[in-house]
């Protein structure tokens, strides 16, 4: 083989390379692009399912419906040593924070405590539908609300100041925000030693049990609640909320193994679907 031939196999090998390493990087780079984008526009679609869905509003209807035949229910047949009272969430079970959402998506950008703090200082969130007109309904009846959120301790006026705006009652000494060493789980527990609490309210299963504030794999996480389904449409009420919530940090967190629950190709590992070419 001659001198020009092996100077030319070299070219073409080094060139081969080269080929096969940008191609390489396009594809990976492509994956990761695809992959934002799918991310980007569920995003996008969750904001917007909330915000124009009649049938988003059928299902917050339908929740407090059930809250209020289960709070005639207790005044009716119920009976405790304990008085009685309503546990709530106040994100998306009474204010509908989709425009600070609708913020992200549109500006491509991730939460910050920053941004959520400029949101909620407006005190400019629209009701839930159905929330104040349950709320209102509980206060007739004289049973009382107490509201566990995890909003910071540092938002308690400016909530307090939106709810007041949307026409509901408010006592500043029933809403428990977010502080350092507590959960909602040991919020709900000192609550019980005083209260008997007949009805919680959320959009987050971590609203309910203990067990939730916990990082569940997405098996555990559906297995309980098959579990607790004699709960749910009782003393459990669950509100919609397709935006973020436990469902998604279960998506991005990984199991308690440490086994990824994610990978390059995104929520679509999580699809099921079905073989069309087995259908006549």
Excluded at 141 to 149: N, Q, V
Excluded at 214 to 239: C, H, P, T, V, W
Aim: with cysteine; hydrophobic share 35%; aromatic share 10%.
């Amino acid at each position: 083989m001659t001198k020009n031939n092996i100077t030319f196999l070299l070219i073409c090998l080094i060139s081969l390379s080269a080929c096969k390493s940008t191609s390489e990087i396009i594809s990976n780079n492509t994956a990761a692009s695809k992959n934002t984008v799918n991310v980007e526009m569920n995003s996008q679609q969750a904001v917007i399912w909330q915000q124009t869905s009649a049938e988003y509003v059928a299902l917050c209807h339908q929740a407090f419906n059930a809250a209020k035949k289960q709070l005639n229910y207790y005044n009716d047949f119920g009976s405790s040593d304990k008085p009685p009272i309503i546990v709530m969430d106040i994100d998306e079970t009474v204010l509908d924070n989709s425009p600070y959402n609708g913020y992200l998506t549109l500006n491509n950008k991730e939460y910050s405590e920053a941004s959520w703090r400029k949101w909620t200082s407006l005190s400019q969130a629209e009701a839930i539908p159905g929330a104040v007109k349950f709320i209102e309904y509980a206060s007739v009846t004289g049973i009382p609300i107490y509201y566990i959120s995890n909003r910071s301790d540092e938002d308690l006026q400016t909530t307090i100041q939106n709810m007041i705006d949307l026409g509901l009652p408010v006592n500043q000494d029933n809403f428990f925000l977010k502080q350092e060493g507590f959960t909602k789980s040991s919020i709900r527990d000192g609550l019980s030693k005083q209260f008997e609490i007949i009805l919680s309210i959320g959009d987050n299963l971590a609203d309910f049990e203990e067990v939730y504030e916990r990082q569940l794999g997405l098996k555990e996480r559906k297995d309980i609640a098959n579990s607790m389904g004699n709960q749910f449409g009782n003393k459990y009420i669950i509100l919609p909320n397709v935006m973020y919530g436990g469902w998604r940090d279960a998506l991005e967190n990984g199991e308690p193994s440490g086994v990824p629950q994610t990978d390059k190709e995104g929520d679509t590992k999580f699809l099921r679907s079905f073989d069309i070419d087995q259908a006549n």
